[in-house]
């Protein structure tokens, strides 16, 4: 149970980052866990909650900064809740990513005698997501929530966002004022080719007949924004292109809805899929189960190297997406199934059917409760993708309880300015 300590402050050192927006810091032998500080600070501390293992406090003041420190160039640092590493050097954040890694796999995994590959670092620091999605105030104001709360936090731009969403915020803005639906959030997204900015909007009950032309203005041809898309529990309308461009290899570009899942680094993704195809080395003779599949971004890529793909998503849209963009790049070697992945790897065990590699790339919450499902399906080899070392961490001790064992593990850099890190690992079957 929590309980709030009101004893004065104390002086910590910070020895280490957590995987999360804090510092971490012993007072009498107990970690404290305090939000923006670096390895190397000496900081005056309040402590906020005492818990059981640990306690979390607040800097009141810094007594000695570490070296390791930068000076956020954003001016929204410390309200907004985003970029909370946004004070660190990046060679830090990079080293910390890294050690977040392995901390898991060794301490929550149990895992060892792998090889953990140096992480690779994003192209840009700052300018790197292709999509923003920014909470609606009750006055029209467009932001992002306040660090663990829902206080609006208005913003003028993101430095983090590709610099072409920056340019359309004050467009959107008026847009936003003029409706009469109401609408909780909007998300803002770029393509890889230069004038494809989409809006996605998600309203609060009905469409209101009256915003059609709104709408149909904004998102029309030689408009800033190319296409708009709003949807309620049951209902979406599209004006103009809602479509973008997800450039993957040098001859293969993929065409997806604005609402569909894609990687928010586009060179971040491109990283990934490069290394996913080396170390797969896929072949001709394979015969592949990828789960979790989304619109097709690693499916037609192994499609093209393989002798077929199967591809399990739960969302249709996403399926709907990736079978035109097979149809477009001329793959006809790929089954779609569109079901939730524990169902429809259950029934692929049932029906007794065999892969020789497996590809999974599941939210952030991971892939428990499928492991042994999946280990008798036969596969040499399982290539997991993740964006959460803790639940990758759970779902490879699993595997390796079913004649699996972690070979290989490959950090890369999505998200700088935050302590989020993407990351594949290879498992191979030990038999």
Known sequence: MTQTNAKSTATLEIGALSYGPYGIGRLDGKAVMVPYTAPGDTVEVRITEEKERYAVGEATRMIAPSLLRQTPPCPYVGACGGCSWQHLRYDAQLKAKQQSVADAL?????????????????????????????????????????????????????????????????????????LATPIEYVEIVAGDEPEEI???????????????????????EGEQIRGLIVAGTDWRKVWGRPAISVNLLAD?????????????????????????????????????????????????????????????????????????NAQKNSIDNIRWICSAVPKAVTELKRRREDFSKIVLDPPRAGAKGIETDLS?????????????PTTLA?????????????????????FPQTFHVETLAVVERQD
């Open 252 to 324: 293969l570009s993929l065409s997806l809805d604005a609402d569909v899942f894609m990687q928010v680094n586009a060179e971040g993704n491109r990283r990934i899929l490069n290394a996913l195809l080396a170390a797969g080395d896929f072949q001709s003779g394979d015969r592949v189960l990828e789960l979790y599949c989304g619109g097709g971004n690693f499916t037609l890529p192994i499609a093209r190297r393989t002798k077929e793909i199967v591809a399990v998503e739960g969302y249709r849209p996403s399926i709907a997406n990736g079978k035109l």
């Open 106 to 178: 060794r301490r929550i995994g149990k895992l060892g005698d792998f090889e953990l590959r140096p992480i690779i670092p994003s192209s840009g620091e700052f300018h790197y997501r292709r999509r923003i999605r920014l909470q609606i105030g009750g006055n029209r104001t467009l932001g992002f929530y306040g660090t663990a709360s829902h206080q609006l936090v208005e913003i003028g731009s993101c430095l983090i966002a590709d610099d072409r969403l920056n340019g359309a915020l004050d467009s959107l803005r008026r847009w936003v004022c003029a």
């Open 198 to 220: 989409v809006v996605v909007a998600r309203a609060i009950g009905p469409f209101a007949p009256g915003d059609e032309p709104a709408c149909a203005k904004w998102a029309g």
């Open 376 to 388: 008798a399906l036969g596969a040499s080899q399982i290539f997991y993708i993740s964006c959460n």
């Open 394 to 414: 759970r779902d490879l001790n699993a595997l390796t309880k079913l004649s699996y064992r972690l070979r290989m593990v490959q950090p890369i850099d999505f």
